[in-house]
C-alpha cells in the first residue's frame, strides 16, 4: 500500500466529446470544465496533498479554430479572475508552467503574472497550470540552457539536468489522472512523469467531481510501485 | 529662554537622535506637511511662485517623491549629503520669481517668506504631535523649534532668518502673521479643491482609471475637509474656507490613527519610505535595503491584488500607432504646471526635474537650465502668434515643430549629462539613473544598446517633437 501521492496531475480531456454528446458547441465544454476544475483543487487541497498540476492548453492547441482559442483565453481569464481571491485566501500558491507566447493577449499575460505575483509566497499546496506548455520544449529548452552555462559533459546527470526545467522544485509527479479514457501522453511534462502512475477514468472531464478524484487517489493507494525494479524491499509512504 | 534654543545657525547637525529627523521620517508627517503647505500657499508671495512655477497641479507624485526624497536628504545624518542637497535647493529657488496677477513682485529667495515655509513645518509638526495623543513638552517644543531655525540657518539665512530667536517670542510672531500676512490666495484654492478632486492616479494604478477614480470620489473630498478643519480657525475665517460638520472630529480621528499606527505598528510600515514604496516610485529594485525590497514585494502584491479585482477595464482601441495627438502631448508632456499654458516655467520645470534625476553639480546644471532658456527664445518666437509671451494649446497645434537647433543642444547636454564615465555611449547602468528604467523595455522601440550620442540625439527629438511614444521619457517627463 502506497501512501499519498504527493504529486498528482490531471490531463483534463473530453471538453469536445462531453459538449458533442449534448449537441452544444464545443466551447460549452469548456465553460463546463470550470465548475469541475475547482471541483479538483477543492478536493486534492482537502486531502492535503502538497503538489498538483493540471494541463490545460498546449501547444499543439493553437491550431484549434482561433474562435475556440479567443474563446479559451477569455474562459481562462474569467477563472483566474473569478478565483484569484479565493485560492490565495486558501494559501494555495499558483504557478503557470509553459510559454509567455505572444499569442496569449497581454490581458492575459498580465492576469496570469498577478496571480503569480500574488500567490508566490503561499506553502500549502502548489498548484501548476500548465498552459501553452510542451514537455518536449521544456527539455530543448534546458539541454540550452546547459550549453548556454557552458555545463561540462560529464557534470550532466539527470540531477544537475532537472535544475534547468522551468520550476526545479517540483518533485516529480507520482499519479496522472487523464479522463475520458484516452491513452496518450500528449508531451504532457515529459521529464517528471517519468516514473508517475496512471490512470485512466472513463468520465470525461467536465463530469469530473471529487468522488472520481478520490477513486483515483485510492486506486493509486493500492498500487504497488516499483521505479523499474523487480521489486521494491519497503514500500514507502513516501515518493 | 535657555540657552539651548538660542542655537545659532551652522551648527545644524540633525543627524541620528534629533526630534526632526525622528518625525520627518514618520509617514504621518505627510499630514503635517500637507497643512503646512496650505498655510504656505496662503503666503502671498509663496502662493504666486506655486502658482506660476510649481508643477504640483499636473505632476503631483513626482513632487511629492521629490520633496520626500530631499526632506530624508537635508535630515539625514550624512553632512556632504545635506550640503549638496541645501546648495541644489538655493539653486533651484533662486530661479524662481516674477510678478503676481495684481504686479507684486515675489522671490523665492524672500528670506521673509522662507521663514513662513519653515516656521509652518514647525507649527504643523507641533501639531501633529498634539493631535496624535503625544504631545511634545516645552522642553521637547523648544529643542525641534531650535532644530528647525538652524535648519533654516543652514539654508543660508544666517542666526535661523527671520524666525524670532526663541520659542516664546514664535507663537506671537505666528498669529501674527496667520492674521495679517496671509491671504486667500488662488494656490489654496488650488490645492484644496483642485489638486484633492483631480488628482492624477499614482503609478500603482495608472492602469485603473475607473479603480482610481472611484477611489479619489471618496477620498479627495475627504482630504479637503481633513485638511481644511486641521487648520487654524482664523485663516479659515479669512479664506472662507467652511469646514463641513464632523469634519473635525474626522481630523482629530486621522490624525490620532496615525499617532497610534505610529506608535503600536512596527516602524518598518510607519516610515516615510513606506508611501514611496507604496507609490511605486523608489529606485529599481534591489537598489533598497531588505526592509524596502519585502516593502517593494508587498507593493506588488498589494497591486497584483487590486487589478485582479477590479472589474476587466473596457479598453478603448489604442490603434496601435505610435503617434500621440498633439492635444495630449501638450497636456501630459509641455504644460509642466498645468495650468494650460506652455510659457518659462513648464521648460524651467522640466531642465529642474533632469537636473535633479542626474543630480547635476552647479555648471552642468547652469549649462542646461541655459539651453533651455534659448529653447525658449526659439520657441515663442516660432509659436507665440499673440504675442502674450506664452504658447497656448491652439498655437502649439497650429506650429509646425519644436525641434530646431536649441532643442537639439539640450539633447547633446543631457546625453553628456547621463554619459557619467564619457566613453561617449549610455550604458545601461546610466540610462536607468536617468530613466529609472531598463533598457530593454525600449529596445524594442529601435534604441540598441548602449546608445550611441546620435541615437541618443535622435530618440530625445522623436519624443520631443511628439512623434513617438516613449516609456522611458514618459516616465521621465510625465510621470505624474
Known amino acids: 500500500m502506497l501512501g499519498l501521492p504527493r504529486h498528482v496531475a490531471c490531463v483534463m480531456d473530453g471538453n469536445g466529446r462531453w459538449a458533442a454528446q449534448r449537441s452544444l458547441p464545443r466551447t460549452a465544454g469548456h465553460k463546463a470544465a470550470e465548475t469541475a476544475v475547482i471541483d479538483v483543487i477543492e478536493a486534492a487541497y482537502a486531502a492535503g496533498i502538497p503538489w498538483l498540476s493540471l494541463f490545460a492548453f498546449s501547444t499543439e492547441n493553437w491550431l484549434r479554430p482561433d474562435g475556440e482559442v479567443d474563446f479559451l483565453m477569455g474562459l481562462v481569464r474569467r477563472t483566474i479572475r473569478k478565483h484569484a481571491l479565493a485560492l490565495h485566501a486558501r494559501g494555495i500558491r499558483c504557478r503557470f508552467l509553459g510559454d509567455s507566447d505572444i499569442r496569449i493577449p497581454p490581458d492575459l499575460a498580465q492576469d496570469i503574472a498577478d496571480l503569480t505575483t500574488l500567490t508566490r509566497d503561499n506553502g500549502r499546496m502548489t498548484l501548476t497550470v500548465a498552459f501553452d506548455h510542451g514537455g518536449r520544449r521544456d527539455i530543448v529548452r534546458a539541454a540550452r540552457s546547459l550549453i548556454r552555462n557552458r555545463v561540462p559533459a560529464e557534470q550532466v546527470t539527470e540531477e544537475s539536468f532537472a535544475h534547468h526545467l522551468p520550476y526545479p522544485d517540483t518533485p516529480d509527479v507520482d499519479l496522472v489522472i487523464r479522463t475520458s479514457g484516452e491513452h496518450r501522453i500528449s508531451n504532457f511534462m515529459l521529464w517528471q512523469v517519468a516514473y508517475a502512475e496512471w490512470t485512466f477514468p472513463q468520465v470525461l472531464w467536465p463530469d469530473f467531481r471529487a468522488t472520481h478524484f478520490w477513486e483515483c487517489l485510492d486506486s493509486y493507494r493500492g498500487r504497488e510501485r516499483r521505479f523499474g525494479a523487480v521489486r521494491i524491499p519497503t514500500p514507502t509512504g513516501k515518493s | 529662554m535657555t540657552d539651548a534654543t538660542d542655537t545659532t545657525a551652522g551648527d545644524f547637525t540633525p543627524g541620528e537622535g534629533s526630534l526632526l529627523q525622528r518625525l520627518c521620517n514618520e509617514a504621518r508627517w505627510g499630514l503635517a506637511a500637507t497643512r503646512a503647505s496650505i498655510l504656505e500657499a496662503a503666503h502671498p508671495q509663496i502662493g504666486a511662485a506655486l502658482v506660476d512655477h510649481s508643477t504640483f497641479v499636473a505632476h503631483p507624485w513626482r513632487r511629492l517623491r521629490n520633496t520626500v526624497v530631499s526632506t530624508q536628504r537635508i535630515v539625514g545624518g550624512d553632512e556632504r549629503v545635506r550640503d549638496k542637497e541645501t546648495a541644489r535647493l538655493n539653486r533651484l529657488h533662486s530661479r524662481i520669481s516674477g510678478t503676481d496677477s495684481r504686479g507684486r513682485p515675489y522671490d523665492a529667495m524672500d528670506p521673509e517668506a522662507r521663514a513662513w515655509v519653515v516656521a509652518t513645518l514647525f507649527e504643523s509638526t507641533v501639531m501633529m504631535c498634539r493631535l496624535g495623543g503625544e504631545p511634545l513638552d516645552q522642553a521637547a517644543q523648544e529643542r525641534l523649534y531650535a532644530e528647525f531655525r538652524a535648519l533654516l540657518g543652514h539654508l543660508g539665512d544666517a542666526g535661523g532668518g527671520r524666525l524670532p530667536a526663541t520659542l516664546a517670542e514664535f507663537w506671537p510672531y505666528y498669529e501674527k502673521t496667520i492674521t495679517e500676512g496671509l491671504e486667500n490666495t488662488e494656490a489654496v484654492h488650488a490645492v484644496l479643491y483642485r489638486l484633492f478632486a483631480e488628482v492624477p492616479a499614482p503609478p500603482l494604478l495608472r492602469d485603473h482609471p475607473a479603480t482610481w477614480a472611484a477611489v479619489r470620489a471618496l477620498a479627495g473630498p475627504l482630504a479637503t475637509a481633513i485638511t481644511v478643519a486641521s487648520l487654524p480657525e482664523s485663516y479659515r475665517r479669512q479664506a472662507y474656507l467652511t469646514a463641513l460638520p464632523g469634519a473635525r472630529v474626522l481630523m482629530h480621528g486621522a490624525y490620532l490613527t496615525a499617532g497610534l499606527a ?117 520657441l515663442r518666437t516660432a509659436m507665440d502668434a499673440d504675442g502674450d509671451g506664452r504658447i497656448d494649446g491652439q498655437e502649439y497645434a497650429t506650429a509646425t515643430t519644436l525641434a530646431g537647433r536649441a532643442l537639439i543642444e539640450i539633447a547633446e547636454i543631457l546625453f553628456d549629462a547621463t554619459d557619467t564615465d564619457g566613453d561617449q555611449a549610455i550604458s545601461p547602468e546610466e540610462y536607468r539613473v536617468l530613466f529609472r528604467t531598463t533598457f530593454d523595455h525600449d529596445s524594442a522601440a529601435g534604441a540598441p544598446v548602449p546608445l550611441s550620442r546620435s541615437a541618443f540625439v535622435r530618440e530625445f527629438l522623436a519624443f520631443m517633437a511628439g512623434r513617438h511614444h516613449s516609456a522611458a521619457y514618459e516616465n521621465l517627463l510625465t510621470q505624474t
Do not use: C
Not at chain 2, 529594485?285 to 479585482?309: I, T, Y
Not at chain 2, 476587466?312 to 500607432?321: A, E, L, Y
Not at chain 2, 504646471?337 to 526635474?353: I, K, V
Open chain 2, 262 to 378: 505610529t506608535r503600536w505598528l512596527p516602524s518598518s510600515w510607519t516610515r516615510t519610505e513606506v508611501l514611496l514604496d507604496v507609490l511605486n516610485l523608489g529606485p529599481g529594485p534591489g537598489q533598497g535595503s531588505p526592509v524596502v525590497d519585502s516593502l517593494r514585494d508587498h507593493a506588488g502584491k498589494v497591486g497584483a491584488l487590486l487589478r485582479l479585482v477590479t472589474p476587466v477595464p473596457t479598453r478603448p482601441g489604442t490603434g496601435g500607432s505610435a503617434r500621440r495627438s498633439a492635444e495630449r502631448f501638450f497636456a501630459e508632456v509641455l504644460d509642466q504646471t498645468g495650468d494650460g499654458y506652455l510659457d518659462w516655467p513648464d521648460l524651467a520645470a522640466m531642465a529642474r526635474e533632469i537636473a535633479s534625476r542626474l543630480d547635476l553639480d552647479e555648471q552642468a546644471e547652469n549649462r542646461l537650465f541655459t539651453a533651455y532658456a534659448a529653447w525658449w527664445e526659439e
